[in-house]
């Protein structure tokens, strides 16, 4: 073919740019480009099929216009042919330059169109085999063949990553009720950054897997068992093709909105306030399951005390704000025997945890964690509950027990304490082996203590009996407190989060968390700056006990 013939191609290759480009400027261009390849190709060596030449350089440069103009990898898969009923295209798209993009894109499709398009065009199988192999009809195939090629041209013209896929985010799990067997909800998202960055990606509002994956920068076929899990642990939640987290997520500006007002209430109330506690914990003192214990057991208890009373005291305030108040029993029932209402804090990759931020979380307080459990004892079974709260006094991290050197469930460390305290340490052994491995760190966080080369329990036991007695102590106090001082706590209430408008599951309670979450222990870090809580002074005092029930 010669220079002249060569103009006779050009109306097939505007048609064709046009097709591509969407407008003529780009297409007049993009033919330009191939003509000037063209002649400079025939000038060393005749073109024997000029017509595929032609369409081929086409193709080629109208990928380097858009990674051009879109700075990213761009990639089109067309057929605009009708489906036939074998997968010749096999050995084209393995010639092609664009053969690894077209692999990277089908990677982002869902398993439902992935499947028959790799078979197709990756394998070259025919559409009445791929159909026969999946069970569906020949023209089922067809369709989620055609519906795939529109997918990979519509979304994947150019790549829109997020930041997750390069700098992932930290999400901290907490939740309100009883963990499941296996301490869920934080082992669905325990250590795994990909769980996490998809929870904090669906958040503000429903989005397909695609969509994910596409986020995230991790191929479909990998990021959908991981949705998969956290969708039957009821951390994620589909609505039609798309799917959305379903527990509220909090910023670093929703922690930290109200901590100015709470300070400056802490400081104006603490002296007033602890003048009431300290004739509750005189009470207290007064129990003889308090007499009997020594005085390192005395302090947690202390401590105990103080944080449920003024915990209970700013929740009494904040639930007046909340028209869906859940007592316990309304949880909803979870996977694996949990009953819990999950929440999570995000923090940005590389999060500075000694930044004022977390500064201010070192006042947060854990709701009362109870884990429930046997012992044996002599022959008798006892039921077992520990109970704990996570303050500045003592971290208790239940259900998150990563701090130790071997893992324990909150149950072994419950059984642990017991045979420990009752002096069958041979049953050690039998709880986890992991006891022995951990008993220094048990006794830095002061659940153990040592008595010259005896390790002895140093958590309070007491009876279900005298523990239901501390908690009506509480009781009293809480609303005194929280009667004498309402209108102040009330001016904390001002700054609920503010939910994704799709997000109807989250109690109300959870919107004022952050409202009130750090003034309780604010008076209580007043009160021990101040002289006015000296048991506690000496902390580590861990607000725990442990109750037995025969």
Known sequence: ????????????????????????????????????????????????????????????????????????????????????????????????????????????????????????????????????????????VKSRLDAGRKRIGKEFAMENYSKQSYEPENLMMSCSGRTGLSTEPFSLVRDNKIAMNLLILAYEKPVTVTELAKAIGIATAYIEPVIDKLVNGELLKYVGDKVYTDFIIYSPDDRTVSVPLEKQLADKLYRDVWEIMDKGLNELHGCDFYKRQTESKQAKLDSFWAVRTLNHVVNKVRDEFCNDYMRFEEYPDRPNGGKWIAMGSRHPANYNYGNTEFDHGKYYISGEACSVCTADSGGKNLDLTLCEYSTLLGSANLGMRDILKRRMTDVEIGQMLYAIHSGREEQLPLINAGCFENFDKFIELRYLAKEGEKVVCDVPVITDKERYELYELSEKYDNIISEKFHDDLVKLMVNPVKLPPHLKSVPEFQRYMYCCSTVSMRIVKNALDNGLFPKCADYPAPAVLLSVKE
């Open 1 to 140: 073919m010669d220079k002249k013939n060569l103009t006779e191609y050009a109306s097939l290759l505007l048609d064709a740019a046009l097709y591509r480009c969407g407008n003529i400027a780009d297409a007049q261009d993009l033919v330009q480009d191939t003509m000037l390849a063209a002649l400079t190709a025939m000038a060393k060596k005749p073109l024997n099929d000029p017509k595929a030449w032609l369409m081929t350089v086409l193709n080629r440069k109208y990928y380097d216009m858009l990674r051009r103009k879109y700075n990213k990898p761009t990639v089109s898969f067309e057929v605009t042919e009708d489906i036939s009923d074998g997968g010749g295209l096999y050995e084209t798209v393995e010639r092609s330059e664009e053969a690894e993009e077209i692999r990277r894109c089908l990677a982002y499709l869902t398993v439902l169109y992935r499947e028959v398009m790799v078979r197709y065009y990756m394998h070259g199988e025919k559409v009445k085999d791929i159909a026969a192999s999946l069970g569906i009809s020949e023209n089922t």
